[in-house]
């Protein structure tokens, strides 16, 4: 987008035709939205019993793509959206799967077997990310956060080797560390403490109050419950058994961290995604960069979408992180007719394309747009 067509847009009417749209969208939420959500969540499971079921033959790629499925669409399908209060609002839901109790006491490997906690996604996602989007305090601001590779004197083919490796391991060697580091950081701003040093050793420590955090809520739980206690449960079925599961186990958290890799990452970075060094100042504002630092994959169906974990509606999302997921394949045609009356970009195409123009920015082969002026 131009740097004139940039400033041309009309903010004000901008504002105004999303909230239209918004209100809209919420006027028309009712069970058949639930009754989605849970769709898709039968579906995860069924990969999930189907992966299992398996793997305990021996180890192979399908039964841990399977598993590998079912952990992905629990996360991205059914704790991204309740966790955003995306059903909240919706009547006759099941109390759940509703914000304040999802993933609640008991229920947290119930509801939200991951490594993060949930208190520590909603803070580092639904208000870090969605709320500084494109800015240096934007958490998954790939541009910045790999800075140390863009300026390495590394050679460029090392470079893709590294973000090859880092991709089969992201969720744990950053995504929960990372987590754990800001609502640590925003614990002590709301208790008026003075904000803590965080360094990336003391992040691992055993002996920091924030490398703790990391160990006892999220590595030894998580790893517990994955890699020790699911495998033990075919231990009956003997000992090759047992084991099995676990290498599958294994395999299908790689397979995870490079499904949620290809589909997260290349959403707000590339060549032509808009990335700010201020805050914005107006509803329009925020709502243009939304559009301009977010990017779509193909939509239009429950069996595409599944598959992306609905991350390819994501400039509706960012949008209204608050909607059930089946309303973005209602908004999604109006969104992009939306911007074609505003002349905004929209930008959507394949997933793979996308993964590698954002690949060429963290490895410092192209860089992110910026605006000159706002």
Known sequence: MSLHSYQSVNR????????????????NIGPEDFNHLK?????????????????????????????????????????????HRGYDKTKEVDNNYTSKKFAQGWRRFLDWPDWFTVAGWQHEHNQL?????????????????????????????????IVAVFSGIWKIIYYTPRTHKEI??????????????????????PFTQQGRALWLQSILPYTTYRFVLLPLLFLPLGTFAAVSVLINSILAEIFTNMHSFLVMIPNHAGDDVMMFDEKSTSRGEFYLRQILGSVNYPTGSDFNDFFYGWLNYQVEHHLWPDLPLSQYQKLQPQ?????????????????FKRLLKAVDVMVG?????????I
């Open 12 to 27: 004000e009417q901008l504002a105004k035709d999303i909230t239209k749209l918004h209100k809209q969208a919420l006027a």
């Open 39 to 83: 769709r898709m969540e039968r579906w995860g499971k069924l990969c999930s019993i189907l992966g299992y079921g398996t793997a305990w033959i021996m180890p192979n790629p399908i039964s841990a793509l399977l598993i590998s499925q079912g952990s992905f669409t629990r996360w991205t399908q059914v704790g991204h959206p309740v966790v």
């Open 129 to 161: 990310h969605h709320y500084s989007l494109g800015e240096k305090a934007d958490p998954n601001n790939a541009q910045h956060n790999m800075e140390w590779l863009r300026q390495s004197s590394l050679p460029m083919w090392q470079r893709y080797v």
């Open 184 to 205: 640590h950081l925003n614990t002590a701003r709301q208790q008026g403490k003075p904000v803590p040093l965080m360094t990336r050793t003391g992040a691992w420590s």
């Open 335 to 351: 969104v992009e007719a939306l911007c074609e009356k505003h002349n905004i970009p929209y930008i959507q195409e394949s997933v």
């Open 365 to 373: 082969k192209t860089s992110m747009l910026k605006p000159l002026v």
